[in-house]
């Protein structure tokens, strides 16, 4: 945690002897440091019990007269937790508007900000804001977020996370989204009856009616569906599991 104050006296006299304090309840004050650094210091709370019963006091004089200032504060070293409705697709052309929902709970300080990000895998996530809709600042929160993008092809991690009053962050939620908006392109392909490999004469294929024969054409690893026209007709292509085109 870091502690920051500005003290000055009224006389303009200078200020020495600083000390700085704390107690839980109404015991007697520990000293943390005399004579600190003005105007900060970082002090480590991790093993202190949670609390909202402490106080840290300041004190200094101007060599003629004490001064002293108390403050209360809490001490909360719990992470809130998130829960996220994942997205039911994951596929998207270029411009989409990202909307998602969900909730966040917090034991002791109150959930503050949900917060959330869209970036290329590997990439620093930029965090924006999410809306809460519920229960700002309590130990349960509901929130949701609708943010219009513009991404280039590529997978991206969309992350969230919940931040408390006392700047604990949860564990990241990530879900990775892909951005397509490349149409599969088709690659080589052969026309085969039995072993014989059949080549077109110009732009087409002359074969006799009643032939049995096979099509064969590579696509792209991403292609869902692919199918042969001839004339009216419509053959879905099987997919080479072993080959994997």
Known sequence: ALIEWEARDPDLDKLTNFALSYRRGVGSFSILTKNPTPGSLEWDVTNLPEGSDYQLKLEAN???SPYLETADIFIDNTSPRISVMPLSETVFRKALT????????????????????????????????????????????????????????????VSLRALDVAGNSSEIYSQRIIIDTTAPRVGSFTLTQGTLALFPEGNEFKILSGSKLKFSLSLETDTSAAELKVGSQSFPLVKNKAAGL
Do not use: C
């Open 98 to 157: 990202l909307e998602m929902r969900g909730t966040a709970s917090d034991n002791f300080s109150g959930v503050q900000f949900l917060e959330y990000s869209a970036t290329p895998v590997g990439e620093d996530r930029r965090w924006f804001k999410a809306l809460i809709t519920q229960g700002f600042r309590t130990t349960s929160a509901a929130f949701r977020l609708r943010h219009p993008f513009r991404l280039e092809d590529g997978t991206y991690e």
């Open 62 to 64: 101007d060599g003629t």
